[in-house]
């Protein structure tokens, strides 16, 4: 892949073999303080929950946040081999509940022959619909949604929401939460997407792309920049293959991934 000439290459996204890159649209989004990690989450009512960010509490954890956003827990040991057609997740609170679980696989993993199991990620059909423009298979007439129901077959009594389950082949599935966590607008604060895409030397630096490749190369050594380079090109393929529709996403995710190149390529120079 040929490097764009210097006077483009502040403007264009990088390529890959599955998806050619588009032409960058100049954005400028302001750079929110990253709340504290370390943060207890109480009982938060309901109606306040639009404003609470599940991911500045779990940055490491995206899946977690994005279960908990759903008002349900993280599946502990996935769905395994065959792929059932259902899946219990268990409550904890009867409120904004998903309607389905996605089971994530990488595109042709079977072809490959790896036999990983799929990540069981949670959502809501509607709104799917709404910010992403690959289809959910429809729904049976006069099917009703999932309902929460107690379960006292345990020692500690729990509510569970049995889901459908539907397969989804992905280019990368480990990080389609924090994509899905922005692209279905569960997080209140947008912009943390950014510091979760740069470090917060590079993010500082915002929005002028060459001076963040610069620091980028200047502070971090070449195995974190290629570790940001990878996650970011994940994302940005899972996007487009998503159909994620927020251009805002897609050109943060994109210069992310163009930013970190740029820093890799300076170290590689040297």
């Known amino acids: 892949m040929g490097t764009p000439p210097p006077d483009e290459s502040l403007d264009r996204l990088p390529s890959t073999p599955l998806f050619p ?31 609470f960010s599940w991911l500045a509490n779990y940055p490491r954890d995206p899946l977690r946040a994005l279960c908990l956003h759903h008002n349900v827990m993280k ?27 996605l089971a994530l696989s990488p595109i ?13 990620v949670p959502i809501v059909a509607e709104i799917w619909g709404k ?25 500690r009594p729990r509510q569970l929401i049995t889901l459908p389950v539907i397969p989804l082949e992905v280019p990368h599935p480990e990080t389609v939460p924090i994509l899905l966590l922005f692209a279905l607008g569960l997080e209140p604060l947008p912009n943390m997407l950014a510091s979760c895409l740069l470090p917060a030397d590079a993010v500082g630096e915002f929005p002028a792309a060459y001076e963040m490749s610069n620091v980028m190369a200047k502070n971090h050594s070449i195995a974190e920049i290629i570790s940001y380079v990878e996650q970011n090109r994940h994302i940005w393929e899972n ?32």
């Not at 042709?108 to 069981?120: E, F, I, N, V």
């Open 131 to 155: 910010k992403l423009t690959v289809p959910l298979p429809a729904a049976p007439p006069g099917l009703t949604p999932p309902a929460p129901r107690w379960d006292a077959t345990q020692q």
């Open 75 to 101: 599946a502990v040991d996935g769905a395994g081999h065959p792929l059932p057609q259902t899946l219990d997740m268990e409550v904890i609170r009867d409120a904004q509940l998903p309607t389905h679980v």
């Open 239 to 270: 996007a487009l293959n998503l159909g994620v529709k927020d251009e805002k996403i897609i050109s943060i995710v994109g210069k992310a991934w163009k930013v970190t190149a740029r820093a890799r390529d300076k170290l590689y120079v040297r």
């Open 21 to 51: 890159a588009p032409v960058f649209r100049r954005q400028a989004p302001e750079m929110p303080e990253q709340p504290a990690d370390n943060f207890e989450y109480s009982a938060i009512p309901v109606e306040e929950q639009r404003g």
């Open 108 to 120: 042709q993993a079977s072809a490959t022959g790896r036999g990983s199991y799929p990540l069981m």
